[in-house]
T-cell receptor, first 113, second 113 residues
Framework: DTGVSQDPRHKITKRGQNVTFRCDPI?????LYWYRQTLGQGPEFLTY????????KSRLLSDRFSAERPKGSFSTLEIQRTEQGDSAMYLC???????????FGSGTQLSVL | DAKTTQPTSMDCAEGRAANLPCNHS???????VYWYRQIHSQGPQYIIH???NNETNEMASLIITEDRKSSTLILPHATLRDTAVYYC??????????????FGKGTKLSVIP
């Protein structure tokens, strides 16, 4: 079962460091999404790609955050100068776009010390 | 500004039907009702979605009231593995902003042995 894969599963970093997460979507899915989830809350939308084009960014995505999907396949989410408030689960999802049935990965848990 | 209202938590005896309600009184004509669930430490998992008619798949049934202001997700024979947070979401599939699924806090379903 080749579902959505995220790497790493866990990341611990010190405040001020840069971190990068990777997402490999289901191969035939042209839409890719990043969400963020903090403890006790539902996931919050961050950004969305259709193929390699980043079509929407939430205002939650400050200028310290950047996402790419260079060849329309895997995607990376980078956070520069991490802050303690960035501690969260970062979830990636993909879809064909036909009916917004999203397939989520298991997420990357970020802890900023 | 949540578009859906769900109970915070519910219990269900193992083997019995779990009926999870959701109110979406401001739903628009082109908005679908989606249900996802999230088991601890995993990403959300799609369950089912519908527009007007009741829907059934291998996981669950979705009953939507005639006025579409509320719906119920039914897990016919709950097992311990169904213990999870269940999210009810309304979204205009394929429409502007449809990629932004807005998750609330969901209902924490506990299946009791």
């Amino acid at each position: 079962d080749t579902g959505v894969s995220q790497d790493p599963r866990h990341k611990i970093t010190k405040r001020g460091q840069n971190v990068t997460f990777r997402c490999d979507p289901i191969s035939e899915h042209n839409r890719l999404y990043w969400y963020r989830q903090t403890l006790g809350q539902g996931p919050e939308f961050l950004t969305y790609f259709q193929n390699e084009a980043q079509l929407e960014k939430s205002r939650l995505l400050s200028d310290r955050f950047s996402a790419e999907r260079p060849k329309g396949s895997f995607s990376t989410l980078e956070i520069q100068r991490t802050e303690q408030g960035d501690s969260a689960m970062y979830l990636c999802a993909s879809s064909t776009g036909a009916n917004e049935k999203l397939f989520f990965g298991s997420g990357t848990q970020l802890s900023v010390l | 500004d949540a578009k859906t209202t769900q109970p915070t938590s519910m219990d269900c005896a193992e083997g019995r039907a779990a009926n999870l309600p959701c109110n979406h009184s401001t739903i628009s004509g082109n908005e679908y009702v989606y249900w996802y669930r999230q088991i601890h430490s995993q990403g959300p998992q799609y369950i089912i979605h519908g527009l007007k008619n009741n829907e059934t798949n291998e996981m669950a049934s979705l009953i939507i009231t005639e006025d579409r202001k509320s719906s119920t997700l039914i897990l016919p024979h709950a097992t311990l593995r169904d213990t999870a947070v269940y999210y009810c979401i309304v979204s205009a599939a394929g429409g502007v902003g449809s990629y932004q699924l807005t998750f609330g806090k969901g209902t924490k379903l506990s299946v009791i042995p």
